[in-house]
C-alpha cells in the first residue's frame, strides 16, 4: 500500500513561486514513475508534469513548460513541483499520483495510467 500526502500549497500573486511536495510512505514508491496533476473548478483533472522512476526523464504539459520543475529524491521518498511564474489560470488543487507501471520506460499523461493518488492541495494564484 501507498500513501501519498501533497503540501506546499498556498495563495500567491501572479508572477510568484510556491514548491509543492508530495511524501510518500511505502518503499516501492521509489520504484514508479509518479506524476502531478490539477484540478481547477468546474473542469477535469490534467495533467502537469512527471517524473521517472529513476529522476533521469520528466515531461511537461505545454501550459506549464518552462514555468514548473518535477524533480524526486529516492531516498527520502518525495516528489517535488517547484512552480515559477505563477498565473492566475494555475489556480486548481493540485495532486500527486504514482504510476501502475514499475521502472516504466515511457512517462504517461494519463490518469488512468496513475493507481495511488494524494489528497491534493489547494494553489491560488491571484492577479
Known amino acids: 500500500q501507498v500513501s501519498l500526502v501533497e503540501s506546499g500549497g498556498g495563495s500567491v500573486q501572479a508572477g510568484g513561486s510556491l514548491r509543492l511536495s508530495c511524501s510518500a510512505s511505502?518503499?516501492?514508491?521509489?520504484?514508479?514513475?509518479a506524476g502531478w496533476f490539477r484540478q481547477a473548478p468546474g473542469k477535469e483533472r490534467e495533467f502537469v508534469a512527471a517524473?521517472?522512476?529513476?529522476?533521469?526523464?520528466?515531461t511537461y504539459a505545454d501550459s506549464v513548460k518552462g514555468r514548473f520543475i518535477i524533480s524526486r529524491d529516492r531516498a527520502k521518498n518525495t516528489v517535488d513541483l517547484q512552480m515559477n511564474s505563477l498565473r492566475p489560470e494555475d489556480t486548481a488543487v493540485y495532486y500527486c499520483?504514482?504510476?501502475?507501471?514499475?521502472?516504466?520506460?515511457?512517462?504517461?499523461?494519463?490518469?488512468?495510467?496513475?493507481?495511488?493518488w494524494g489528497q491534493g492541495t489547494q494553489v491560488t494564484v491571484s492577479s
Open positions: 517524473i521517472r522512476w529513476n529522476g533521469v526523464g520528466t
Open positions: 499520483a504514482r504510476d501502475s507501471v514499475p521502472a516504466a520506460m515511457t512517462l504517461s499523461t494519463l490518469r488512468s495510467r496513475y493507481d495511488y
Open positions: 511505502g518503499r516501492t514508491f521509489r520504484d514508479y514513475a
